[in-house]
């Protein structure tokens, strides 16, 4: 009976060990301008990458791309919510048309320059897309396929609505959930 209870004992602590370490591991940053579109993003990433991966994550605002960039040369922010034309403008791509070849030279520079990987874009006119830094695809390397799915039920109305939710007073954080709940992501 001495031995029977040890033994659960045992198993307890390792379960109980297993857990606390998942939630003290490392925390995913998510960095965004101050708009209200890549904040409604940031919001359903999070919570995708939450209730999917067990991953924590934490959106942080930054007043200037310069600041937001810092902190990714750092690596500090792990993930940026960017769009197209201000991703061209870092790589001295401005001006330039937006077109599927813009999207391919922006995210080979963005490689080169930042070790960030673009995602496919959201299904939105503005090109808005997940950014994410090389070691964080090591560690997590589900997340093109995560997000994916996201990017595959965000159309350009069902985002407009959205955003219309959002402009309205309502939390960026409850449309986000509502919506992913009604796609059934989370």
Same mark, same amino acid.
């Given at each position: 009976m001495k031995k029977y209870l040890l033994f659960c004992l045992v198993l307890l602590v390792l379960a109980l060990h297993q857990d606390?370490?998942?939630c003290v591991g490392r925390i995913l940053i998510i960095g965004i301008s101050n708009s209200t579109n890549e904040q409604l993003?940031?919001?359903?990433?999070?919570?995708l990458l939450s209730e999917r991966t067990g991953t924590n994550v934490k959106i942080v605002q930054f007043s200037s791309s310069r600041d937001m960039y810092s902190a990714v040369k750092k690596g500090e922010v792990s993930l940026v919510i960017e769009n197209l034309?201000?991703?061209?403008?870092? !790589?001295? &791509?401005?001006?330039?048309?937006h077109?599927?070849?813009l999207y391919d030279a922006v995210k080979r520079d963005y490689r080169r320059n930042y070790n960030l990987v673009w995602f496919e874009p959201f299904g939105e006119s503005?090109?808005?897309?997940?950014?994410?830094?090389i070691d964080v695809l090591e560690i997590l390397p589900a997340l093109p396929k995560l997000l994916g799915k996201l990017a595959g039920v965000l159309n350009e109305d069902a985002y407009a609505r959205l955003?219309?939710?959002v402009k309205s007073d309502a939390a960026a954080?409850? !449309?986000? &959930?509502e919506f992913l709940k009604s796609r059934r992501l989370i």
């Open positions: 606390l370490h998942a993003l940031a919001e359903m990433v999070s919570q034309e201000r991703g061209s403008q870092l !790589v001295s &791509k401005a001006g330039e048309k077109s599927r070849e503005r090109f808005y897309a997940p950014v994410v830094a955003l219309k939710s954080r409850q !449309v986000a &959930k």
